[in-house]
């Protein structure tokens, strides 16, 4: 049974620890600029835009760039990224027993 | 991750850090409230250039609009929070389904509060400008405590820091009438409004560094 729920868990678009990382922070705030996602996960830009084109072609996030002194990309959890954690978080807690 | 010990402890820690962010939003609207109060007032009342306003043609319409603007503001906010609660929340395994009534009768809510205050405000004999103070009381005390009503009744919750702030703002209407004429009533309503916002921030703020 939990083999199975794990199995589950890792065919997620989430599945991966750095992009459940990515959701999970994204989802405690409205919105974060791709540096400050960087640095908060300690990523290299180009391990995150990796892992950020990954969600965005699954749905997960949304990108897009607003404009300052410098133009900034502005990264967002989609509502099917919302959907999709809480997919992930039932299976978690149902794998230690929580539920 | 293998060992389920610290996958136990690692989601636990991930429920913690997402309920202290819920509960940090939720404190979002009181405390925009709490710094556009006294702003509002400066910049209707206090300010030479708009105090000449206030005399003129401009003079109601000016505060008016600017009271629209911000309660139009503070549910746009208000609706935003709710909505990233609402993630939050589904998120931690707790759902709680928010109906577009809700949302409908927040704003009932609001307009209710605007009308009752306007009338309740004109009906008291007194100067003008204890009515305008009173307006605003009446307006924020019971704008919060329709919404206290509309949380109860549609997502069966209790909030207590808005409950103290429209006791705070309708009980100080008896502070009001009995100014003796040391504090402006306006700036008195503006300063107990912007103080019981504060405090319903304090308290949801204390409450998620607590628990």
């Known amino acids: 049974m939990r083999a199975e729920r794990l199995r589950e868990l890792s065919n997620s678009p989430l599945g991966n620890p750095t992009r459940l990382a990515i959701a999970l922070y994204l989802l405690s705030r409205e919105r974060t600029t791709f540096i400050e996602l960087a640095k908060a996960l300690k990523l290299t830009p180009g391990n995150l835009d990796f892992h950020l084109k990954a969600l965005e072609k699954a749905g997960m996030v949304k990108t897009y760039y607003g404009f300052g002194k410098r133009p900034r990309k502005f990264v967002e959890l989609s509502e099917k990224g919302t959907d999709e954690l809480e997919r992930v978080m039932r299976i978690l807690r149902e794998v230690v027993g929580g539920d | ?211």
């Open chain 2, 1 to 211: 991750m293998e060992n389920v010990g610290e996958l136990a402890e690692a989601l636990k820690a991930v429920e913690d850090e997402l309920n202290l962010a819920k509960k940090v939003y939720l404190a979002f609207p009181f405390i925009f409230w709490a710094a556009l109060m006294p702003l509002l007032y400066i910049l209707t009342n206090a300010l030479p250039w708009t105090s000449g306003w206030s005399e003129g043609f401009l003079g109601d319409y000016w505060g008016m609009a600017l009271s629209t603007l911000a309660i139009l503001w503070f549910v746009i906010e208000e609706n935003r929070m709710v909505k990233k609660i609402e993630s939050l929340e589904r998120v931690l395994g707790m759902p709680r389904g928010r109906s577009r009534g809700y949302v409908v009768s927040q704003m009932a809510g609001w307009l209710l509060a605007g009308m009752l205050a306007f009338v309740f405000s004109l009906a008291i004999p007194a100067q003008y400008e204890f009515q305008t103070a009173a307006f605003m009381l009446l307006l924020a005390g019971l704008g919060v405590g329709f919404i206290v009503l509309s949380a109860l009744l549609f997502l069966r919750r209790v909030e207590w820091p808005q409950v103290l702030v429209s006791l705070m703002d309708l009980s100080a209407l008896y502070i009001l009438f009995n100014l003796d004429g040391t504090m402006n009533p306006g700036a008195f309503s503006v300063m107990v409004i912007s103080s019981s916002f504060a405090f319903a921030a304090f308290l949801y703020i204390r409450k998620a560094m607590r628990e």
